[in-house]
């Protein structure tokens, strides 16, 4: 059974940081791309990042170029988001994904697995 378990959410204060884990199991990833989603309440569940798990390519939303940084460990089947210089607008659940299809790395109908999310809170 295919499982993607987010972890390390919390309350952070503007301009702090967080890093959130992925931890994957129940198959082999190693042809998909794992991304990073988040959803605020009454909005849309939006992408922030991907990486392919082989090779290692990063693909960023605008909105957290230059602050957020995806990784992966091999070793561990784990995704990594490291999230610095963090902004009340960054307050959202965050969900990992995974697909195996190409396309678009922002279209959520193409993802095969997701996880249950983690609550980020950014306080001002």
């Known amino acids: 059974q295919v499982q993607l378990v987010e972890s390390g959410g919390g309350l952070v204060q503007a301009g702090g940081s967080l890093r959130l884990s992925c931890a994957a199991s129940?198959?082999?990833?190693?042809?998909?791309?794992m991304s990073w989603f988040r959803q605020a309440p009454g909005k849309e569940r939006d992408f922030v990042a991907t990486?392919?798990?082989?090779?290692?390519?990063?693909y960023y939303a605008d909105s957290v170029k230059g602050r957020f940084t995806i990784s992966r460990d091999n070793a561990k089947n784990t995704v990594y988001l490291q999230m610095n210089s963090l902004k009340p607008e960054d307050t959202a659940v965050y969900y990992c994904?995974?697909?195996?299809?190409?396309?678009?790395?922002?279209?959520?109908?193409?993802?095969?697995?997701w996880g249950r999310g983690t609550q980020v809170t950014v306080s001002s």
């Open positions: 129940g198959r082999t990833f190693i042809n998909y791309a």
């Open positions: 990486i392919y798990w082989a090779g290692g390519s990063t």
């Open positions: 994904a995974a697909r195996s299809s190409v396309g678009s790395v922002s279209s959520r109908a193409l993802y095969d697995y």
